[in-house]
């Protein structure tokens, strides 16, 4: 066993292939193709993926190599995205990860995309580290849970959606407004100089620490519709406005529940993972929170909020040092729980 493993990565859980080389905790390269093809239908086209993760995924494995400035041979272990995800994309990355493995007889280790969100917090970038056990809010295009860390291995989901994930209600909301796919990052772009009180939406009630957004959405839709039935630039003349709007309806919702979470397990250690930690208005509200309700919050670093394979590679680190091994006969499970 290698005490500073060297572990070749592959992410293809969505419409991102990704492959990551990492020296024990640090990222030695870190590469992602981003498959834009699906703007233009306004979401993730199943069947587009996976056929795009087909021609991505050699140049993008030897690219990482490459930059990594590692041979081949050097590689100790592949890890890859089990699941959960979409069926055809996982495919890819699980058939190539099983190939490599046997060619170059090594090890296979098999990650949890969901936990790898949340072990990103543990690559070796000088970015702070959070103590066990701690909170993370992880919040993405497909899924919206409170996750109680015990250890690097060791999570419970204690709260999750029981509809659309945050990142849906970004993305749907975003669509309404006529903005491309994903619309996330841009209603964060335009909420930057909007009035976060200028419209309000309609509040989801759902019991304990699950989340709801599907009537969320519904209002904001309804509510569009009636200005624009009024004003055809109605968007136009308030999108900034609206974007502010929304991103906050979002935002107060989740931290709403995380402070929820943080009072009822009484641990006040919380860091947030996935797309949607890269939201600016979260993470300063969350900043702001952290002196007035006394928890110490953690964010990972930009490139390691979005889909990416380096966090696949720090998952499969603690793996690798546990010896969690697969073998040959390990399935991509689109559906995956902890
Ligand atoms: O984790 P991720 O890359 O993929 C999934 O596993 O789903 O998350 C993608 C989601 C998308 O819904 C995207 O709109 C959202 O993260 N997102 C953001 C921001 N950046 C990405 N949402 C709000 N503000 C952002 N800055
Ligand atoms: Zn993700």
Same mark, same amino acid.
């Given at each position: 066993?290698?005490?500073?493993?060297?572990?070749?990565?592959?992410?293809?859980?969505?419409?991102?292939?990704?492959?990551? $080389?990492?020296?024990?905790?640090?990222?030695?390269? %870190?590469?992602?193709?981003?498959?834009?093809?699906?703007?233009?239908?306004?979401?993730?086209?199943?069947?587009?993926?996976?056929?795009? *993760?087909?021609?991505?995924?050699?140049? $993008?494995?030897?690219?990482?190599?490459? =930059?990594?400035?590692?041979?081949?041979?050097?590689?100790?272990?592949?890890?890859?995205?089990? @699941?959960?995800?979409?069926?055809?994309?996982?495919?890819?990355?699980?058939?190539?990860?099983?190939?490599?493995?046997?060619?170059?007889?090594?090890?296979?280790?098999?990650?949890? *995309? /969901?936990?790898?969100?949340?072990?990103?917090?543990?690559? #070796?970038?000088?970015?702070?580290?959070?103590?066990?056990?701690?909170?993370?809010?992880?919040?993405?295009?497909?899924?919206?849970?409170?996750?109680?860390?015990?250890? *690097? =291995? #060791? /999570?419970?989901?204690?709260?999750?959606?029981?509809?659309?994930?945050?990142?849906?209600?970004?993305?749907? &909301?975003?669509?309404?407004?006529?903005?491309?796919?994903?619309?996330?990052?841009?209603? #964060?772009?335009?909420?930057?100089? @909007?009035?976060?009180?200028? !419209?309000?939406?309609?509040?989801?009630?759902?019991?304990?620490?699950?989340?709801? !957004?599907?009537?969320?959405?519904?209002?904001? =839709?309804?509510?569009?519709?009636?200005?624009?039935?009024?004003?055809?630039?109605?968007?136009?003349? %308030?999108?900034?406005?609206?974007?502010?709007?929304?991103?906050?309806?979002?935002?107060?919702?989740?931290?709403?529940?995380?402070?929820?979470?943080? +009072?009822?397990?009484?641990?006040?250690?919380?860091?947030?993972?996935?797309?949607?930690?890269? +939201? &600016?208005?979260?993470?300063?509200?969350?900043?702001? =929170?952290?002196?007035?309700?006394?928890?110490?919050? *953690?964010?990972?670093?930009?490139?390691?909020?979005?889909?990416?394979?380096?966090?696949?590679?720090?998952?499969?680190?603690?793996?690798?040092?546990?010896?969690?091994? &697969?073998?040959?006969?390990?399935?991509?499970?689109?559906?995956?729980?902890?």
């Amino acid at each position: 066993m290698n005490k500073e493993p060297i572990i070749l990565a592959i992410e293809s859980s969505c419409d991102d292939t990704g492959a990551a $080389v990492l020296r024990e905790k640090k990222v030695l390269s %870190n590469i992602i193709a981003n498959q834009n093809i699906h703007s233009q239908y306004g979401g993730v086209v199943p069947e587009l993926a996976s056929r795009a *993760h087909q021609q991505n995924i050699i140049p $993008v494995v030897s690219t990482a190599i490459k =930059l990594a400035k590692i041979k081949k041979e050097d590689i100790n272990a592949i890890a890859f995205t089990k @699941g959960p995800g979409l069926l055809g994309s996982l495919i890819v990355g699980t058939s190539f990860s099983k190939s490599f493995a046997l060619g170059m007889d090594i090890p296979i280790i098999s990650v949890n *995309h /969901m936990q790898a969100h949340i072990l990103a917090h543990f690559i #070796d970038d000088n970015s702070s580290i959070p103590n066990f056990p701690f909170l993370c809010l992880t919040v993405s295009g497909g899924h919206t849970q409170i996750v109680k860390v015990k250890s *690097h =291995l #060791d /999570m419970e989901i204690i709260g999750t959606t029981i509809d659309d994930a945050a990142g849906e209600a970004f993305d749907k &909301s975003a669509k309404i407004l006529g903005l491309p796919y994903p619309g996330g990052p841009l209603i #964060d772009k335009n909420a930057q100089r @909007g009035n976060i009180f200028a !419209f309000k939406f309609g509040v989801p009630k759902v019991k304990g620490l699950d989340f709801s !957004f599907s009537g969320l959405k519904t209002s904001i =839709l309804y509510k569009i519709q009636k200005h624009v039935n009024d004003n055809p630039n109605f968007i136009k003349e %308030n999108l900034e406005d609206l974007c502010a709007s929304i991103q906050y309806s979002i935002v107060d919702i989740l931290i709403n529940k995380l402070l929820m979470a943080k +009072n009822q397990t009484g641990i006040n250690e919380i860091a947030i993972a996935g797309g949607v930690s890269a +939201n &600016s208005y979260l993470r300063n509200s969350l900043n702001l =929170l952290s002196q007035k309700h006394n928890f110490n919050i *953690h964010f990972p670093k930009f490139e390691y909020c979005t889909d990416n394979a380096a966090m696949i590679g720090i998952a499969g680190y603690f793996k690798y040092i546990n010896k969690n091994f &697969s073998d040959q006969r390990v399935v991509p499970s689109a559906r995956l729980s902890f």
